[in-house]
């Protein structure tokens, strides 16, 4: 997949940042949801950037800054994914689990830290 052209990407990341409209319109609502796909989305491809079936380091860019202007306003809102069951998820490698466990650990006290 990680060749492939981008004819089955979203237009906003097929067509470049100007034509994100469309989904950073959306209602508060609608705009939560989404941005935690994109950044499950992002995080998964980043973690396997090495598969062949991984989207290309370009696109997972646009991915991360379609998902920054969706980003909830709320602080609690925008850390509440660090406090879900769904450690592995956010785990950037699978080098060392343990050392990647402690990272995610930092940052839920770190958000803590800063509520």
């Known amino acids: 997949m990680g060749n492939q052209g981008d004819e089955w990407l979203p237009v906003p990341l097929s067509k470049g940042a100007d034509?994100?409209?469309?989904?950073?319109?959306?209602?508060?609502?609608?705009?939560?949801?989404?941005?935690?796909?994109?950044?499950?989305?992002?995080?998964?491809?980043r973690r396997f950037a090495g598969a062949d079936w991984a989207l290309p380091a370009e696109y997972v860019t646009k991915i991360e800054e379609l998902a920054g202007r969706l980003a909830p306003?709320?602080?609690?809102?925008?850390?509440?994914?660090?406090?879900?069951?769904?450690?592995?998820d956010l785990y950037e490698d699978d080098n060392d689990f343990k050392a990647q466990g402690e990272k995610l650990e930092g940052k839920r006290q770190e958000a803590v830290a800063r509520s």
């Open 19 to 45: 034509s994100s409209a469309a989904v950073t319109s959306r209602a508060k609502a609608d705009r939560q949801p989404l941005w935690e796909t994109l950044k499950d989305l992002a995080a998964k491809h």
């Open 73 to 88: 306003q709320s602080f609690e809102l925008s850390h509440l994914r660090l406090f879900t069951e769904r450690d592995w």
